[in-house]
C-alpha cells in the first residue's frame, strides 16, 4: 500500500483543529475528512467518524496495525508541516514586498 497524494484542504489557526485533509492510496481510493488536532503534547491525526446512536464518535475508516497508523500520520503531519511552510513564506514575501 501506498499513500500516493495528501491534499491540505483547510487550515485553521483558532481551535484543537489545525487542518482538514484528503488523502488518496495506491492512485485509487480516497479518504476524506482526516483532521490534523493539536493535542495536549503534539499534533495527531483523527480519522473521518460519526457519531452513533449513543452519542459515540467511531471511525469510519482507520488503519489496523501499529504500522500501518504511523505510515498514515506521519505522512499527513509531514504534508501539513510543508503546506504551513509554503503559506508562512508567501506571507513573508508579501510582507516584504509591501516595504
Known sequence: MEITDVKIRKIMADGRLRAVV?????????VHDIKVVQ??????????????????????????????RKMFEETILEA????????????TGASEEAV
Open 39 to 68: 493535542g495536549d503534547e503534539r499534533l495527531f491525526v483523527a480519522m473521518p467518524s460519526r457519531k452513533d446512536e449513543n452519542g459515540v464518535f467511531r471511525d469510519i475508516v482507520h488503519p489496523i496495525s501499529a504500522s500501518a
Open 80 to 91: 501539513y508541516e510543508r503546506q504551513l511552510a509554503v503559506l508562512e513564506a508567501e506571507e
Open 22 to 30: 484528503s488523502l488518496t492510496i495506491d492512485d485509487m481510493f480516497a
